[in-house]
């Protein structure tokens, strides 16, 4: 159980252009969804904590118009990186927690983008 | 903002050896979890700690909760291949994850 995806598992992209990035909870309803970002041999930084139906909530330092959150059903959130550059190629990890600190977060198997 | 620092940064042991590693914070923390990162995947959630001196196993994995709230270690017996990656601790229901540990087992 607790089996999150992402979609797509890599994507390349050319500079100024816009990518989306899914994230679904497959066996369970994820009432909170967190994005993560994860450059080269470094560890995982927050970007952004998202509910089921009300507005992402950004870390300090991360754009929120660029890195555009929705958070539509219980199963699914989407992280759509606007106008990307390449310093936003990166290792973009989703994860999902049903609800209580005990239930713990379960992470999807992570993103790899890259814009040329 | 709260930090935490994963010692040591890495190991090389051979397989069979046992496997310690531990994680401090400057502040204190509620929560305690494991977790395991293979190259090119996201982490895998080990072990989740819940209350302050709790112990708790999960297979060869055994992880504690310190008393301060401060700091949690996370023993792995008799290391197999399979063990090789990184390991992260992370606190709270918001995750401050760690500096990480990259496990090597030589053959």
């Known amino acids: 159980g607790a089996v999150v995806s992402q979609h797509p598992s890599w994507v390349i992209c050319k500079s100024g252009t816009s990518v989306k990035i899914e994230c679904r909870s497959l066996d369970f309803q994820a009432t909170t969804m967190f994005w993560y970002r994860q450059f080269p041999k470094q560890s995982l930084m927050l970007m952004a904590t998202?509910?089921?139906?009300?507005?992402?909530?950004?870390e300090q330092g991360v754009e929120k118009d660029k890195f555009l959150i929705n958070h539509a059903s219980l199963t699914l959130s989407t992280l759509t990186v606007t106008s990307a550059h390449p310093e936003d190629s990166s290792f973009y990890i989703c994860?999902?927690?049903?609800?209580?600190?005990?239930?713990?977060?379960?992470f999807g198997p992570g993103t790899r983008l890259t814009v040329t | 903002g709260q930090q935490l620092n994963q010692s040591p940064q890495s190991m090389f042991i051979q397989e069979g050896e046992d496997v310690s590693m531990n994680c401090t914070s400057s502040s204190i923390f509620n929560t305690w979890l494991w977790y395991k990162q293979d190259p090119g995947e996201g982490p895998v959630l080990l072990i989740a700690l819940y209350k302050a001196g709790e112990l708790t196993s999960n297979g060869r994995l055994t992880a504690q909760f310190g008393i301060t709230r401060k700091d949690s270690f996370l023993n792995i017996s008799a290391s197999i291949p399979s063990d090789v990656g990184i390991y992260f601790c992370a606190g709270n229901e918001k995750l401050t994850f760690g500096t990480g540990t990259r496990l090597t087992i030589i053959p």
């Open positions: 998202s509910n089921e139906g009300s507005k992402a909530t950004y």
């Open positions: 994860s999902a927690s049903g609800g209580g600190e005990r239930f713990g977060q379960y």
